[in-house]
């Protein structure tokens, strides 16, 4: 079942501001996920931060893990056009499928 | 990094006809795999989970009966949308991991498929 929730549902900023999106989650998990989808496209694994971590980097992007609040949040700086697509977190609970949330919609404008 | 293909990436059927969806794993052993389904705009819902060699374990308000699943090897896994209705009309997404390598297995994800039904 889904568990994961985005907010927002739609962002909408400008080329070179950062974009910050927030998860939150009920159960818990072993890891959670990040993805993108372009429009009508698959999903593209952006990083993954396990229940025992708190902040992860990967380029332009950092997470984060709150496992007492059960959330995390994703930020992309220096946004990009190239960035505009969906973006889901997915948690991950000991090996079975992954839950995704509703996802937030980011456009960037040039 | 592990590849999982999905075949086909688009299909377009009449009403009342049968579609098939292939998911392979190209380089390790899926044990298990998953069908999810997306509606425009929205995000994806499991369907069914898969384990190599038994039945799939369905999702609650998913049909077993209309969408059947095929796990007959480590490698593959098929969904067949049967007699297919427009409402069936969606982009479905197959996910393998393989739990011999433990729990936390990466779960790697096919192209996707957008099926339309006329």
């Known amino acids: 079942s889904q568990q994961g929730e985005e907010d927002p549902q739609a962002l909408s900023i400008q080329e070179g501001e950062n974009a910050t999106m927030n998860c939150s989650y009920k159960t818990s998990i072993n890891n959670l996920q990040w993805y993108r989808q372009n429009s009508g496209r698959g999903l593209v694994h952006l990083i993954l931060i396990r229940s025992n971590e708190r902040e992860k980097h990967s380029g332009r992007l950092r997470v984060t893990l709150d496992t007492s609040k059960k959330s995390s949040s994703l930020l992309i700086t220096a946004s990009r056009a190239a960035d505009t697509a969906s973006y889901f977190c997915a948690t991950d609970a000991y090996g079975y499928a992954l839950n995704f949330g509703k996802g937030t919609s980011l456009l960037v404008t040039p | 990094g592990a590849v999982v293909s999905q075949h086909p990436s688009w299909v377009i059927c009449k009403s009342g006809t049968s579609v098939k969806i292939e998911c392979r794993s190209l380089?390790?052993?899926?044990?298990?795999m998953f069908w999810y389904r997306q509606f425009p705009k929205q995000s994806l819902m499991l369907m069914a989970t898969?384990?190599?060699?038994?039945?799939?374990?369905?999702e609650q308000g998913v049909e077993k009966d209309k969408f059947l699943i095929n796990h007959a090897s480590l490698t593959l896994s098929t969904l067949t949308v049967t007699s297919a209705h427009p409402e069936d009309s969606s982009f479905y997404i197959c996910?393998?991991?393989?739990?011999?390598?433990?729990?936390?297995?990466?779960?790697?994800f096919g192209q996707g498929t957008r099926l339309t039904v006329v």
């Open positions: 898969s384990n190599e060699g038994s039945k799939a374990t369905y």
């Open positions: 380089d390790f052993q899926a044990t298990t």
């Open positions: 996910s393998a991991r393989d739990r011999n390598r433990g729990l936390e297995a990466e779960a790697f």
